[in-house]
DNA sequence: TATTGTTATACTCTATAACTATA
DNA sequence: TATAGTTATAGAGTATAACAATA
């Protein structure tokens, strides 16, 4: 491997094309176990189960949400997001609070130690990798504008 | 949700860096989660266990594979392997045998039907996805390139 | 003694269905 | 009647510790 040969056919007479191969490469360095070592370490400090870290991501900047909308963004069930609240306000990192006008809705509210992590499972999320160190600022800014064309065609989800 | 915004920088004043945004847009497109459910329905079909699916992938072309080899492949315990090769047996998708040499271990033997639905996990895990249409043969070909550059700095994964 | 795989067990992930309160 | 969240429950993912067989 890495040997640059020339593309198109290998001995075998199976072609892993272009991309096939980007495609795989793509997979491989964004599964980056470390992530997610990282983000269950915070889990563990904070006394709070991993899918809630997971969860911070979304509650970190905005106003409070909800728990509709936490659901919507992990793309789980409203039930699931019932046992992550659970954990962050056991941990005292949120509370949940009535919505000011619809009282079947419930918001989260990050607490300040909550703010503070929320901001870490950001960074952790949220920071490429050391290897992209290795990308000058020019192929960086080809990388990104590759994933905008890639990412423009997001499924529509509708609703 | 699905509001197109400015990109780049946030009302709160936060400048997302090009690396940054990059990152970020490979995770989403990475995690796409119509292949997970690609290979949830493969899993259905076949009576097995979806981690069953995901573990035919290095089955599929090699030869017969020991157990714990699996699990480095896999990144997982070894006794969780016991509970992946136990649904691929149940099913008639594989079988175990006694390694020739040394009698500790077990191979994985594929049956045939297992090689067939192996191929399709294959199939599932690296075809890239629709989007990659988007891009001219010179941007796959600039993508791949980035992609090995970024792949060079693995991890040396001892052993 | 060290290694391969299994068993027992426990925690987490996640969904479905049934339910309560509210709209 | 429809919607937001909860409860009960269950299957799946996954690990740790103790164990048996073999090296």
């Known amino acids: 491997m890495g040997v640059a040969r020339t593309i198109g056919a290998d001995e075998a007479g ?3 094309d272009t991309a096939t191969e980007a495609w795989e490469r793509m997979r491989e360095i964004t599964h980056d176990p470390q992530v997610l070592g990282q983000l269950q370490a915070l889990a563990d400090e904070a006394g ?3 899918g809630a870290a997971k969860a911070l991501r979304f509650l970190s900047t ?3 949400m909800a728990m509709r909308r936490l659901a919507a963004n992990l793309r789980c069930d409203n039930s699931y997001v019932t ?3 659970d954990s962050l306000e056991e941990a005292g990192v949120a509370r ?3 919505h000011a006008t619809d009282r079947r ?3 989260i509210v990050l607490t300040d130690a909550g ?3 929320a901001g870490r499972a950001q960074e952790i999320l949220g920071t490429p990798p050391p290897a992209f160190e290795l990308l000058s600022p020019a ?3 080809i990388l990104r504008d590759l994933m905008r064309k890639l990412g423009s065609a997001a499924k529509p989800t509708s609703t």
């Open 62 to 64: 905005t106003e409070p």
């Open 115 to 117: 703010r503070t992590l």
């Open 14 to 16: 199976v072609v892993k």
């Open 48 to 50: 709070i189960i991993p």
């Open 83 to 85: 046992t992550i609240v």
């Open 105 to 107: 809705i419930k918001v």
């Open 139 to 141: 192929e960086t800014e």
């Open 96 to 98: 949940r609070e009535a």
